[in-house]
């Protein structure tokens, strides 16, 4: 595995195998690595003869300098953990990216899908999250690239990216994985006291008694929101959103939904969980 931190030298690797007629897998990350991340890998290593891994942790999506500068740092344990799963891992810095700064950057800003939910609370965000990862196609120029159900709402944004861009990449959602007790494995979980370790499994709990409510055929969202809400908040969480939204379009549901999707967030602790579910409509 090669650990690559330039791009004239990545740009070179991949020149070589395009010339070798190699198909390429990727996973963009943001490092500080989990089972979810390496189940990523894995998918794309079962689509691609080579596969590359990102590890940047990426300024432009933050709206919080503190959030920024407490992020993980894991490289050394990040590239054991891949072990031979990845053939190249790309450790950009945020001056190899944004050469110019972030100001000066330009920007991709994916309208609507981008606006609401999680969007809305964090404006700017998802801009971040649009740019750096169509920069990121376009230095590795992949296949196929494999990202993470657990984050619904950045999966619909890169897809909806890719399509409006014309961009040749095949986009995967992977199923999250999860922890035997139901908690989505995620790098925001090295947060949680092991008290509130225990507790956590409750929002995955949450999101399936509201799914069960749904398939039943309860259709009053406000109530089933303050309901879910009400049931973590005494259980010692602080809900921060539980959304049902159309699964397809992030938009209210109406007479022609198929599914709904249940985005739920809430802080425990310092750390702020996340977790979807899709539910058919019958």
Known sequence: MQVVSNIEQLRSTISEWRRAGLRIGFVPTMGNLHNGHLELVRRAREQADKVVVSIFVNPLQFDRAADLNAYPRTL?????????????????????????????????????????????????????????????????????A?????????????????????????IIGVPTVRADDGLALSSRNGYLTEAERALAPMLAATMNWL???????????????????????????????????????????????????????????????IDNRVVTLG
């Open 211 to 273: 799914a069960e409510r749904l398939t039943a055929g309860e259709r009053n969202l406000e109530q089933l929101a303050a309901d879910g809400s009400a049931r973590l908040n005494d259980a010692g969480f602080r809900t921060d959103g539980i959304d049902m939204v159309d699964a397809d379009t992030l938009l209210p549901l109406n007479e022609h939904s198929r599914a709904v999707v249940i985005l739920m967030a809430a802080f425990l602790g310092k750390a702020r969980l």
């Open 146 to 170: 494999c990202f993470g159900e657990k984050d619904y709402q950045q999966l619909a944004l890169i897809r909806k990216m890719t399509t409006d861009l014309n961009l040749p990449v095949d």
């Open 76 to 144: 050394e344990q990040d590239c054991e953990r891949l072990g031979e799963l990845a053939e190249l891992v790309f450790t950009p810095t945020p001056e190899l990216m944004y050469p110019h700064g972030q100001q000066q950057q330009t920007k991709v800003v994916v309208p609507g899908v981008s606006e609401v939910l999680e969007g809305a609370l964090r404006p700017g965000h998802f801009d971040g999250v649009s740019t750096v990862v169509c920069k990121l196609f376009n230095l590795v120029q992949p296949d196929v």
